[in-house]
């Protein structure tokens, strides 16, 4: 029982994530929620170890195939021709056995300048014991997530790229045979989705040695809004915009340190303060069209400038190679206690033999009892075709 009562706690979360945020009653008596309510979160889970090891740092960091994730912009800098790579990750096992991400990626070299590539991203919430009014068995239902993306990225001289990215998006969170609550039936969610992506790289010197300087940005799921319901109400998708930088340096023919720092902001309209009568007392309305909530996300915060600065989460992160071989890799996540509070430090490792190359991430969250608490993240990445032993990866 006390399973089934955790995975039911789980599913509801996320089913109904777009209304279960942080929510305050100010001293007259008016609502309002600090957290910003979006559907379809587990697009923006990090979904590969090297990264998830980094404080889920990925924007500027040399290029691999899961830039399709992070940045699809990087692409078009892989050495090899074809590259795969295939992540798993338990997750929320503090609470559940059987809730999972998988992350499958492929890219492939057109020429010199293009690189096309495609994930696969699939979120598995396991499986529900499903009971009538009395109690009777009726079979067993597994609600899941995916999205499917195809990217495109383009080399405009030796230093600069960009990229473009769209996808299409399924969200089976309930059986049709329950209710929404409201009187109308449960349906899957689609949507499609876009986004765009831009990365510089500068090679230079410093300290004497040979280094890279990066900076990369990218803007993802911008798409159509996503229903559980005819007629029922419409929950943006996770646009999201990243940014970040990152310096890597050759201290010598052995050894390799890079230092990034990203930089996160969901590009979704805060929710407004409203009276007990549904007013809005400060703040904007955030029943608006896809574009205007885009826009509108950097100035609709109830708490003006401030409040916005408090919606950008920062991950620090650092990894160490040694010979191209080995590597050892740390990070730190932040977010605003007000904007959901998450912050956790991360570690890993990378092992690389010939074409292949396999990784680990473990995060140790700050607060006590977190969900988050000792998720684990493992990849596999292989490469084929092109120069696989390059010192900059």
């Known amino acids: 029982m006390k399973f089934l009562y955790s995975k039911a706690i789980v599913l509801s979360i996320f089913i109904l994530l777009p209304s279960l945020v942080m929510s305050q009653t100010s001293s007259n008596g008016s609502n309002y929620s600090t957290a910003i309510p979006t559907a379809v ?28 994730y992070w940045n ?32 499958l990626s492929y890219a492939h070299k057109l020429d010199e300048r293009n690189t096309i590539g495609a994930s696969l991203r699939y979120f598995n919430y396991g499986s529900i014991q499903l009971t009538d009014e009395g109690q009777n068995n009726q079979g067993t239902y597994t609600p899941n997530e995916f999205s499917l993306n195809t990217s495109f990225a383009r080399k405009f001289g030796e230093s600069f790229s960009l990229g473009l990215t769209v996808g299409f998006i399924h969200s089976s969170l309930s059986n049709a045979a329950f209710a929404t609550g409201s009187g109308q039936q449960a349906k ?29 940005a990218n803007i993802s799921n911008i798409g159509s809004k996503i229903s559980y319901s005819d007629g029922g109400p419409k929950y943006f998708l996770p646009a999201n915009l990243k940014i970040g930088v990152a310096n890597t340096i050759n201290l010598d023919d052995y050894n390799q340190i890079t230092l990034t720092v990203d930089l996160n902001k969901l590009l979704v309209p805060t929710p407004p303060i409203r009276d007990q009568n549904g007013n809005i007392i400060k703040g904007k309305d955030d029943n608006v069209s896809v574009p205007a909530g885009i826009f509108g996300s950097f100035s609709d915060a109830p708490g003006g400038f401030h409040e916005e600065l408090q919606e950008i989460s920062i991950s620090p992160g650092a990894e160490y190679w040694y010979n191209q071989l080995f590597a050892i890799r740390a990070g730190y ?61």
Do not use: C
Request: a neutral charge.
């Open 72 to 103: 699809p912009s990087k692409l078009a800098y892989l050495e090899s021709n074809d590259n795969v790579s295939l992540s798993y990750s338990p997750w929320l096992r503090q609470l559940v056995p059987d809730i999972s991400l998988s992350y």
């Open 188 to 216: 899957a969610g689609n949507a499609l989705a876009a986004g765009v992506s831009m990365y510089y790289n500068k090679p230079t010197q410093e300290f004497g040695s040979d280094a890279i300087f990066a900076f990369g």
């Open 333 to 393: 996540f932040y977010q605003n206690a007000n904007k959901g509070g998450a912050h956790y430090l991360t570690a890993g490792i990378g092992l690389k033999y010939d074409a292949f190359r396999f990784d680990f991430s473990y995060l140790a969250a700050s607060q006590q009892n977190s969900p988050l608490a000792n998720t684990l993240r493992f990849t596999l990445s292989a490469s084929f075709g092109g120069d696989t032993n390059s010192k900059k990866r």
């Open 41 to 68: 979160p587990f697009l923006n889970i990090t979904p590969d170890s090297r990264s998830g090891a980094m404080g889920d740092a990925g924007v500027a960091i040399t290029p691999d195939v899961n830039a399709t």
